[in-house]
Each structure stands twice: as structure tokens, then as C-alpha cells.
């Protein structure tokens, strides 16, 4: 098997766990006796987890090269992140989502360094393509978890059986990648140079909206149009087919236009969905607005790697470690702000918040200007 072609399993296997979470979290809120904002306080453990990893995964990076980083992402995400699912209490909740967090970023920072080595070697664009797969293994996985509530498998033993069969595939692919040095930065301290803080900032808020919508579209179609729980759970799936299928156009869009340029458009599609989503009168253009807020958020991330990865003064394991916990912390800290917002007015009400954070990332999308 090629670097490409591992490197593209890789990044299908390691969310499928991730996926098999997110259907999983109200049962868990059940069982927890948990209300809507107690939820939200305990799923903000995992972004401070993510955070508390920013501080020692460049380094870790730098140490370890990618194979064993991918070893040490595999055997750690294996291992914790099953654990919130035997919660017993908001509070246990909160503790174990930081640890799943922690072994979440580890993950994710294997994934994007190794990714940024291959690409950078390569004579072809990978990036946007293999958070295709990424994409694509979210779904499986929440797939995964619908099948395991539906036949009243308990979260705990689902995420167990998923971790069982995925951390050893995951390992045994990751061993078969080149063994990159990760190269150390030309100088350590100094702080964060302006690009790096600018499209680090626009790639929260891509995440922050895909993780909004990973979590509220089902709540939203429910709320607003009284959809069936099937045509409900439908939406995250449109999400998520429109977001893979925008990262696989993404390569050969990127070898044909300027990243700016591809950024900005796909920033504008993103506020059409969001558009679409507030003020759809019908649930047909509710989907409408999903479908085009997905595909507008798809390459967000991907370019950004690719960006912050030829930024020079510190490594690129780096910038790439300081992107990705940025990237997920907006991920994991949108669906909690969005919970919150809605408690108080409504779901739309709650979806609008992102319509000023998209009009952010419209602006510094010229950031990654001749840097990928």
C-alpha cells in the first residue's frame, strides 16, 4: 500500500469512534439525568482537553516522528475515548470528556502532521481528500452508533467494540507509513506569529460551524418542522455527504485556483446555507441550507493545514498541532454555544449565532494567501 492510500485509511479509521459517540449523547444525557445546560457544561470537558494537549503536542511531534506519533494516537484514542460512556455523574462526565479530549487531540495531531509529511513529498494535492475520508468515517461511525442504540447495545460496550476492531486496523495501517522526521522549528519561543493566530482563527470557526450542525441538525429539523425522527436524523447525513463530497472536489479545485480565492467562495456558500437554515419556511429548504452550509465548510480545514504547514519559524508539526486544537476546540465548543443560545429563544435563533462567525472567516480566508 502507498503513503497516499494508507495515509487515506488512516484518517477514514481513526473518527469512526468520534461518530459512534454523537449518537450515543442523549442516551448518556438520559441516563445522567442531565439537562440541556448541564449537558453543555459537561461537553465542554473534551475542548479542555483539547487545550491542555496544545501545550506539549508540537514537542511530542517533533520527538517522536510520524510513525510512532501515529502509534502512541492509536493506542491512547483506543484506550480513553471510550470512557465518558461509563459516566456517572455531570461532573464524572466533564472529567472524562478532558481525557477523551486529550487522546482526541493526539489523534488528530497524528492524522494532519503525517498527512502534511506525505503531501509534502508528494507530487499530488492529498490534504482536502483525506478529510474526505475523515469525513466519511464520521459517518460510518455515527452509523455505527444509530444500529448499536438500536439494537439497546449500552454506549460504554458500543464504544468498546468499535475501539476493539478500529485501534488495531488503525495501528497496523499507520506502521506501513514512511517513518518521517518531523523537522524541529528554527527557533523555540518568540510567540505566535500573525498568520498562525489569523488562520488559526478562521479554522474555528469552519469547525465551530460543522460542529454545530453535527450536533443541532437533527434538533433543528425536529424543533422547526416537527420531522419524523428518521427524516430528523436525515439531516446530519445530507451534512455529511455534502461535506465529503466538497473535500474530493477539493484537490483538483486547489491545483486550479488560487487557496484564497477557493477559501472566500466556499466561505460565501457556507453563509447562503446559513441563510437558508434561519429563515427556511419549508423543511425542504431547511435541507437545502444544510446540504450548502455543508459543502461550504468542507475545505475550511484542509486548506488551512496546508497553509499553517509551509508557515515558516516553527516546525510545521508545530503551527499543524496549534491548528488542529484550534480547529477542534471550535468543533467541540460550537454545539454546547449553540445549545445555550437556543435554550433561551429557539433553534434558529441559535444556528443565526453562526452567522457571525462565518462572516469572520469570510474575512480572514485572504490569510491563507500563497501559503499553501
Not at 461532573?91 to 509529511?117: D, Q
Amino acid at each position: 500500500m502507498t503513503n497516499i492510500a494508507a495515509t487515506r485509511w488512516i484518517f477514514f479509521l481513526q473518527p469512526l469512534i468520534l461518530g459512534a459517540w454523537f449518537p450515543r449523547i442523549p442516551q448518556v444525557q438520559d441516563a445522567l439525568g442531565l439537562s440541556a445546560g448541564q449537558l453543555a457544561f459537561a461537553l465542554m470537558g473534551m475542548p479542555l482537553g483539547l487545550l491542555t494537549a496544545l501545550a506539549f503536542g508540537a514537542r511530542l511531534a517533533e520527538a517522536l516522528g510520524t510513525r510512532r506519533l501515529l502509534m502512541a494516537a492509536a493506542l491512547t484514542q483506543g484506550a480513553l475515548f471510550p470512557l465518558p460512556a461509563f459516566a456517572w455523574s455531570g461532573e464524572s462526565l466533564f472529567a472524562l470528556l478532558a481525557i477523551a479530549g486529550l487522546a482526541l487531540a493526539l489523534a488528530e495531531l497524528g492524522l494532519n502532521v503525517t498527512a502534511s509529511e506525505v503531501e509534502a513529498r508528494s507530487e499530488a494535492h492529498i490534504m482536502n481528500g483525506c478529510h474526505g475520508f475523515w469525513s466519511l468515517g464520521v459517518l460510518a461511525g455515527s452509523i455505527l452508533g444509530v444500529l448499536s442504540a438500536s439494537f439497546g447495545i449500552a454506549p460504554g460496550i458500543s464504544l468498546l467494540g468499535v475501539s476493539l476492531v478500529m485501534t488495531p486496523v488503525f495501528a497496523l495501517i499507520g506502521r506501513g507509513i514512511t517513518d518521517y522526521a518531523v523537522p524541529a522549528p528554527e527557533k523555540r519561543g518568540g510567540g505566535l506569529s500573525r498568520p498562525l493566530v489569523l488562520i488559526s482563527l478562521f479554522a474555528f470557526g469552519i469547525a465551530l460551524s460543522e460542529g454545530a450542525m453535527a450536533d443541532w441538525s437533527a434538533v433543528y429539523l425536529t424543533d422547526e418542522f416537527a420531522a419524523s425522527p428518521g427524516l430528523a436524523g436525515a439531516g446530519y447525513t445530507v451534512f455529511a455527504l455534502f461535506v465529503a463530497a466538497a473535500r474530493f472536489l477539493g484537490d483538483p479545485l486547489k491545483a486550479r485556483m488560487a487557496v484564497e480565492k477557493l477559501a472566500i467562495g466556499f466561505s460565501l456558500v457556507a453563509l447562503v446555507g446559513v441563510g437558508f437554515v434561519v429563515a427556511a419556511p419549508q423543511i425542504g429548504f431547511g435541507f437545502l441550507g444544510i446540504a450548502l452550509l455543508g459543502f461550504g465548510v468542507a475545505l475550511g480545514f484542509p486548506l488551512a493545514v496546508s497553509a499553517v504547514s509551509a508557515l515558516p519559524g516553527r516546525s510545521s508539526a508545530g503551527n499543524v498541532a496549534i491548528l488542529t486544537q484550534m480547529a477542534l476546540c471550535g468543533f467541540l465548543v460550537g454545539p454546547p454555544m449553540i445549545g445555550l443560545i437556543a435554550e433561551h429563544s429557539s433553534m434558529r435563533v441559535g444556528l443565526g449565532a453562526l452567522v457571525p462567525v462565518l462572516l469572520i472567516t469570510l474575512v480572514l480566508a485572504r490569510q491563507l494567501r500563497a501559503r499553501a
